[in-house]
Structures are given as structure tokens and as C-alpha cells.
Nanobody, 127 residues
Framework: QVQLVESGGGAVQPGGSLRLSCAAS????????IGWFRQAPGKGREGVSC????????DYADSVKGRFTISRDSAKNMVYLQMNDLKPEDAAVYYC????????????????????WGQGIQVTISS
């Protein structure tokens, strides 16, 4: 059974940093493209970042470009989302997603159709 589990969320002040982690069981993350999505209260789901399975090419939404960095640690079977200079508009529940057919469309586009989603982790930005 495949399971994705996010961790590392919490409450920070504007300008602060958090590193989200996505751990997997039942699959080897370095074999798949991995996406990060977020959803704020009352808003739709938004693609944030994606890392490709072939060469770890990363893509970012314009709203986070230059502040967020996606990476993977194959030895630990983990994917990370380093979030710096956090802004109030970054507050949301963040999800990592993947499946064997998942892909990163590129050019700031993100594929929301994925078989495996984590349970989500809350990120709160508050002064």
C-alpha cells in the first residue's frame, strides 16, 4: 500500500522559513516525478512545484519562484520543499503527490491528477 506523509509544517512569521518533507512507503520516490500543491481556505488547489523523475528538473509557480526550492534525497526516499521568505499568502495546507504516471508539465503548469496524495500539512504565516 502506497502512503505519502508530509511533515515540517507549522506557524512562522512573515519572512520566515520552513522545510516541508514528503516521505513515502510502498514506492521509491526517486523513480517518480513529485508535485507539491497547496490549498488555502476558501481557495482552489494550486500547484506549487514539481520535480521530474528523469533529471530532477524543477518547476515552480510564479508566486513562489525564487523563494521555494524542491529537492529529493534518494537515499532517504524523501522529497523536500524548502520555503524561504514566507508571505501571508503562502498560508495553506500543502500536499505532495505522485503516481507511476505522474509528470511535470513544465512552464509553471502542474498536473493535479495523481493517484497518491499525502494527508496534507498546515503552513500558517502570522505576525
Amino acid at each position: 500500500q502506497v502512503q505519502l506523509v508530509e511533515s515540517g509544517g507549522g506557524a512562522v512569521q512573515p519572512g520566515g522559513s520552513l522545510r516541508l518533507s514528503c516521505a513515502a512507503s510502498g514506492i521509491t520516490l526517486n523513480a517518480y516525478a513529485i508535485g507539491w500543491f497547496r490549498q488555502a481556505p476558501g481557495k482552489g488547489r494550486e500547484g506549487v512545484s514539481c520535480i521530474s523523475e528523469l533529471d530532477d528538473t524543477a518547476d515552480y509557480a510564479d508566486s513562489v519562484k525564487g523563494r521555494f526550492t524542491i529537492s529529493r534525497d534518494s537515499a532517504k526516499n524523501m522529497v523536500y520543499l524548502q520555503m524561504n521568505d514566507l508571505k501571508p499568502e503562502d498560508a495553506a495546507v500543502y500536499y505532495c503527490v505522485t503516481d507511476p504516471d505522474y509528470y511535470c508539465p513544465g512552464a509553471g503548469n502542474f498536473e493535479p491528477r495523481a493517484s497518491y496524495w499525502g494527508q496534507g500539512i498546515q503552513v500558517t504565516i502570522s505576525s
